[in-house]
């Protein structure tokens, strides 16, 4: 019988919740790293049981750590003695992100725009996300603030800037949003290797298709606002994006305001925020197996990061957008002022869809019905971070 | 000679080690040695007191031993004798700060 194991990681650990396919009843183990903030977790698609984690603390910096039994046990990769085998070669370091600077590989190092308009080099805080490569579970993509994507091929022992996306040369028009400069979203293309798309805030989309040695800016239509020039190339705050895998040209974005769609692998976008109540958000995610069924979570205004009217609200579009529902059942309808954060959004591949999101009142619930009933899987947690779910056969 | 470091909760936890851990290190004792020492043997604190690359402490973090704040102190600086000769443990301090 099928199992759903959710990977949730939070402001103070990371905790892993486990069903069977009924999703029905749960059982929790955590808090995994206590007491470090788990900005995201994520399973390998080629093998279920390798989990990469990311642990971050504002005083002891960055640690990557590794599953291989399904979350159970975990190891800093790399971070052990020498084996007696490697001639005494000092252990590789799974933590080190250094951005490249090699005047083969990548270019000098840039700079980006600081809040106060001015230039300031790029300065590495946190992984924010991690993306395990489709078919090899020694491969994996992290996503980094300040923005880059780094690989490691060597199940995260070490990691390598893919130094083209910095090198586009818009660099120093990037700028980091109230959250920081943030790469948080990496999308792989199941029907082609060597396409990843990515989105940073606040820089918008890119994508490579290359595999990562030249990227361009794909923000064309995205309008914003609170930039001199609201149609920029780049300098728009992308929240998220998501992509259903049966149809990878087609992109879903929730903007800083505005949910767009694209039908060209992001070449172009459009609106699609139609009768949604306020179209600003976090997260966007798509129903496994109806790829014009979306989700989001409306929260009220960029300067109130809480859902509207303390009503917890998900909105479902059947249509591919514009036609908006609420989804209530089950959820909180007053008094209730959390935040869904853009990576805390999560569905599962069994039928019916799954889905599953976590707040930052550090409850996460689901759906077993594809929204149509909700459900606390389990709250009282610190506040959610990020929402990752593994469907195990 | 053998040399006491403190640890905090958390790099404890990490490194799968007690309060205290023993090194040997030869002289000079200076916080850069003592470091060096620390992080060959644990190489998963790499990183997590001092910046990979610049080698400079992590601005939350502190050293302190025999009631002084040696954080400011140049890392080549030999430590006390009381340190050096292990009678007194090296500290190293997570910032106080909450939530």
Known sequence: ????????GTRKGAFILTSDGKREKWDVTGPH?????MYHLKGSPSDPNRIYASQTSGWFGQIIQVSKDGGKTWDAPGGGMPAPGDGGMPPKISNKFVY???????????THQWYDGTQHPWEFKRVWHLEPS???????????EDAAIFRSSDGGKSWHELAGLRGHGTGPKWQPGAGGMCL???????????RIFIAISAAGAFRTDNGGKNWKPINRGLHSQYIPDPNAEVGHCVHHVAMNPKRPNVLFMQKHWDIMRSDDAGDSWKEVSGNIPTDFGFVIDIH??????IYVVPIKSDSEHFVP???LRVYRSRSG???????????PQKDCYVNVLRDAMAVDSLDKCGVYFGTTGGQVYASADAGDTWAPIVRDLPAVYSVEVQTLS | MTIRVELPQHLRTLAKVGREVQLEVQAPVTLRSVLDALEAHHPVLRGTIRDHVTLQRRAFLRFFACEEDLSHHSTDTPLPDAVASGKEPLLIIGAIAGG
Do not use: Q
């Not at chain 1, 083969?104 to 190092?109: R, S």
């Open chain 1, 1 to 8: 019988m099928s199992k759903v194991r959710v990977l949730v």
């Open chain 1, 33 to 37: 790293f206590a007491g470090w903030e």
């Open chain 1, 100 to 110: 490249d600077t090699s005047g083969e590989t990548g270019k000098p190092l840039t």
């Open chain 1, 134 to 144: 489709l078919t090899d579970p020694d491969t994996v993509y992290a996503g980094v």
């Open chain 1, 184 to 194: 948080h979203t990496i999308i792989l293309d199941p029907s082609n290797p060597k």
């Open chain 1, 288 to 293: 496994a197996h109806e790829p014009d069924t």
């Open chain 1, 309 to 311: 009217e303390g009503k």
């Open chain 1, 321 to 331: 957008g514009n036609e908006w529902e609420a989804l209530t059942k089950g959820l």
